[in-house]
């Protein structure tokens, strides 16, 4: 067709494309973890941007919070253990077992320390440490409450070396030291983490925060 005045159609203006609807956020916040830290230039730096928190009034836990709990879980596991270890290697010495006393001694220090942190991380989501300077440990995905396996893996992944040195005490001394190392690693892990995540974390997929005013 042609426009009245005979001449030829005037073009069509554009079509403007339509709106693209918004991401939708991840489930339990925003638990994602934040862009690597950019300097000018677009050069990443060697620093770790920490994020302030999955959600509003929820912030990650800092290290030095979380060194202190660890060392009052230490301290009541740690009391535990040696009591009953001390019964139990008294009554087996009596008996006449010897060394095989201090063998099932380690075992059941172990064990106690099993039961003590994942009974806690899967009904209180914290430990007793933890829990007197408000920390939780959560699961990274959605911040539930940690689930069984969830807590076996990471008391394996961050106490398991410590045990060990409690089962097998002839190598006590050469583990003591693999199990300084070791700790150190997990602290370096944990401080190069936007989440403030350590080795043990990333394996259980678990992260501890602390409630903070919104």
């Known amino acids: 067709m042609t426009e009245p005045t005979g001449g030829p159609p005037s073009p069509q203006p554009p079509q403007a494309p339509p709106p693209q609807a918004p991401a939708p956020q991840p489930a339990g916040g925003n638990w994602g973890a934040p862009p690597p830290t950019t300097a000018p230039g677009g050069f ?9 928190g999955p959600a509003p009034g929820i912030a990650y836990a800092d290290l030095v919070t979380r060194i202190i709990a660890f060392i009052i879980d230490a301290i009541i596991v740690g009391l535990i253990g040696f009591v009953v270890s001390f019964i139990f290697n008294v009554i087996g010495a009596a008996a006449g077992f010897g060394l095989v ?3 099932i001694g380690g075992i059941i220090a ?10 806690g991380w899967t009904r209180m989501r914290a430990s007793l440490g933890q829990k007197f300077l408000g920390l939780e440990t959560v699961s990274a995905a959605d911040g539930a409450t940690l689930s069984q396996d969830q807590a076996i893996r990471r008391w394996l992944f961050l106490y398991g070396v410590y045990a ?6 002839i190598v006590g001394i050469l583990l003591s030291f693999l199990a300084l190392l070791y700790g150190l690693y997990l602290l370096y892990t944990a401080s190069q983490s936007p989440k403030r995540q350590g080795f043990h974390d990333t394996q259980a997929n678990t992260v501890v925060i602390k409630r903070v005013g919104a």
Do not use: E, G, K, W
Request: proline residues 4%; without cysteine; charged residues 5%.
């Open 44 to 52: 990443q730096t060697n620093a770790v941007a920490v994020d302030a």
């Open 110 to 119: 172990a064990a106690i320390s099993a039961v003590y942190f994942i009974y």
């Open 164 to 169: 060990l040195t409690q089962i097998i005490p």
């Open 101 to 103: 006393t201090f063998f």
